[in-house]
């Protein structure tokens, strides 16, 4: 596709309740990123893949927040037993091997009620 | 702890008021300062990259540059459409991670 892909755009998760959200990364990007971005905040770095490879998983809060990437494309990042403090957007970027330009998908935006 | 400080917060202006904001950051050694706009609702747009003190670019209204201390984006007559949280990010030695700024929105007031 044209430009990074997310899905769902909305997700309403009640408190306890695990969720999967999708990346799609502009075709041929091999990094690809993960941030979370609480209201009035900037993003905020959440982990990492060059291809499969997952490189750095330094930003995820806690053992809850699992990200894969298996077949070097399409990414999804899950939260397990979600609470209130995981509303968030998420957003995924991604960016070309020779290119440290990181374009953005529109986001998740993640409600736990 | 590599820090990225925007100011002001928020800046109203009016349609063809010219101004800047401000970026300072403290970092371990940087790689490049990106320069994002983010409309509501979606996702941070990349402006610009700036890698070295003294290197300037330009779009349309908009100008960046870079010191060894600080980053200006300097918006030139802007116009309504112009409206938008402007975020700045660093990008440093050592790892692939931005490490953003809380951001500066910006109201152009027709």
């Known amino acids: 596709g044209a430009g990074v892909s997310q899905s769902p755009r909305y997700k309403v998760a009640k408190r306890g309740q695990d969720v999967a959200l999708r990346c799609d990364p502009i075709s041929g990007h091999v990094s690809l990123f993960w941030y979370q971005q609480a209201l009035g905040q900037g993003p905020e770095f959440l982990t990492y893949f060059q291809n499969e490879a997952q490189l750095d998983k330094s930003g995820l809060p806690s053992d809850r927040f699992f990200a894969e990437r298996p077949e070097g494309s399409v990414s999804t990042l899950k939260i397990q037993r979600t609470q209130q403090e995981d509303s968030a957007v998420y957003l995924c970027?991604?960016?070309?091997?020779?290119?440290?330009?990181?374009?953005f998908g529109q986001g998740t935006r993640l409600t736990v009620v | 702890e590599d820090q990225v400080t925007q100011s002001p917060e928020a800046l109203r202006l009016q349609e063809g008021e010219s101004s800047s904001l401000n970026c300072s950051y403290t970092v371990s050694g940087l790689r490049g300062l990106f320069w994002y706009r983010q409309d509501p609702g979606k996702g941070p747009e990349f402006l610009f990259t700036l890698y070295s003190a003294g290197e300037e670019k330009e779009k349309e209204r908009l100008k960046a540059t870079l010191t060894k201390k600080e980053s200006f984006l300097h918006i030139t007559a802007p116009k309504p459409e112009d409206s938008a949280t402007y975020l700045c990010a660093v990008l440093v030695f050592g790892n692939e991670k931005l490490t953003f700024g809380t951001g500066t929105r910006l109201t152009i007031i027709p």
């Open positions: 970027a991604s960016s070309r091997r020779d290119s440290r330009e990181a374009f």
